[in-house]
């Protein structure tokens, strides 16, 4: 069935407003998937909290441009399936990376990330990237770690104290 203008111009406004807030995109063909598979993957990204849309890919070409995945248009070939990231540059590529492993003809073809455009390969480094409180997790260590080191060095010097004190009253003992 086709769309009618004012629903086309309804999903260019609704994936163009994902696209300017979101972390990064991935692209994919899913050409033999079943209706199944791929309600499937719709869940897994819900719950990661990823944007996934099918579009053609004129209307993903006015929807992404005067956002920073605009240098995924010219790419746009083919049926394609669109994943955003909205909380963490690394979901949408975790989503897509976790569904290929299971499924064959799901194909990542494209990543975007801060205006760049990345091969398929590197949907491994993206995948890669640390969710948001991983990454303030690793980070309130790293600030933990002097202050940490700083309390030790400071409770060191009145237990060598003890620990000398010990040593020449055991000294002493020997001597009597």
């Not at 999903?11 to 300017?20: H, R």
């Not at 309600?39 to 909290?49: E, G, H, M, Q, V």
């Not at 955003?84 to 990543?111: I, N």
């Amino acid at each position: 069935m086709a769309l009618t203008l004012e629903e086309k111009k309804a999903v260019v406004a609704e994936v163009g407003e994902v696209a300017k807030s979101a972390w990064s995109a991935v692209a994919a063909e899913y050409c033999g998937l079943t209706v199944e598979e791929l309600t499937n993957l719709r869940i897994k990204a819900r719950a990661d909290n990823v944007y996934l849309r099918v579009v053609k890919n004129t209307l993903a070409r006015r929807a992404l441009s005067d956002t920073d995945f605009e240098c995924m248009s010219d790419r746009l070939t083919g049926p394609l399936i669109l994943a955003f990231s909205q909380e963490d540059p690394g979901a949408a590529a975790r989503v897509a990376k976790d569904f290929a492993k299971e499924h064959d003809k799901f194909e990542v073809t494209m990543l975007s990330v801060g205006g760049e455009l990345l091969e398929a390969t590197d949907i491994d480094r993206l995948a890669k990237l640390p969710t948001r409180d991983q990454a303030l997790s690793m980070l309130m260590s790293v600030m933990q770690a002097p202050v940490a080191k700083f309390v030790r060095t400071l409770n060191e010097v009145p237990g060598k104290l003890v620990r000398t004190t010990a040593a020449v009253r055991d000294q002493k003992q020997q001597a009597a």
